[in-house]
C-alpha cells in the first residue's frame, strides 16, 4: 500500500491551458487565477520563497500587466 500517491485531480493552467497536478501550482491571491506551477512562480527562487512561507503572486501581478484571460471551452 503506497501512503503518498500521486495526485488524481488535474487542473488546466488560466495562462497556457497545460493540464497539470495542482500541487504544483496554484491560485494567484491577486487575480484569483489557477496557475501552473511556471506561471505562478516563474523561478525557482520564488518557489523557495513560497516554500518558506512569503506569499508569492503570478508573473504577470508581479510584472504589473494584465493577466491574458482565455475563453473557456
Do not use: I
Not at 500521486?6 to 495562462?15: G, H, Q, V
Not at 516554500?51 to 504577470?60: E, I, T
Amino acid at each position: 500500500m503506497a501512503v503518498l500517491q500521486p495526485s488524481r485531480t488535474l487542473a488546466t493552467c488560466d495562462e497556457c491551458r497545460a493540464v497539470f497536478d495542482p500541487v504544483r501550482g496554484g491560485v494567484c491571491p491577486q487575480c484569483r487565477r489557477l496557475l501552473c506551477g511556471d506561471h505562478y512562480y516563474g523561478s525557482v527562487l520564488r518557489r523557495l520563497q513560497g516554500l518558506l512561507g512569503f506569499r508569492p503572486r503570478c508573473v504577470a501581478c508581479r510584472e504589473g500587466r494584465e493577466p491574458k484571460v482565455l475563453r473557456r471551452r
